[in-house]
């Protein structure tokens, strides 16, 4: 069985989305009702990484491409937030 249709770019966009919203449902429907909090606990300055803890998943198509990720945001309501801060050294 084949695990990669590599013919979905070619697709029009209009099918494509309507794929990812189908590939959604089930997803959203079981995180409905839960709202997701993000707590940042900490910036690595070197790396320039930041730590987080997320109180629910995302959705599995969050880990696919950007299309899919975008797709899954509209679906679920949200909508992309930057996030910027500065770091602080502490003594």
Same mark, same amino acid.
């Given at each position: 069985? $084949? ?9 029009? $966009? ?5 794929? %990812? ?10 995180? !409905?009702?839960? *709202? /997701? =909090? ?5 910036? *690595?300055?070197? #790396? !320039? +990484? =930041?730590?987080?803890?997320? #109180?629910? /998943? ?5 880990? &696919? ?8 945001? !509209?679906?679920?309501?949200?909508? %992309? &937030? +930057?996030? #910027?801060?500065?770091? +602080?050294?502490?003594?």
């Amino acid at each position: 069985m $084949a695990t990669a249709f590599h013919l979905f770019p070619n697709l029009p $966009a209009e099918l494509r989305v309507r794929i %990812w919203h189908v590939a959604l449902e089930d997803d959203y429907d079981d995180l !409905k009702g839960h *709202n /997701r =909090i993000i707590e940042l606990h900490s910036y *690595n300055v070197t #790396s !320039k +990484t =930041i730590a987080v803890a997320v #109180s629910r /998943r995302y959705p599995t198509l969050f880990e &696919v491409n950007r299309e899919a990720r975008c797709e899954a945001a !509209k679906a679920g309501g949200g909508e %992309w &937030v +930057t996030v #910027s801060g500065r770091a +602080t050294l502490l003594p």
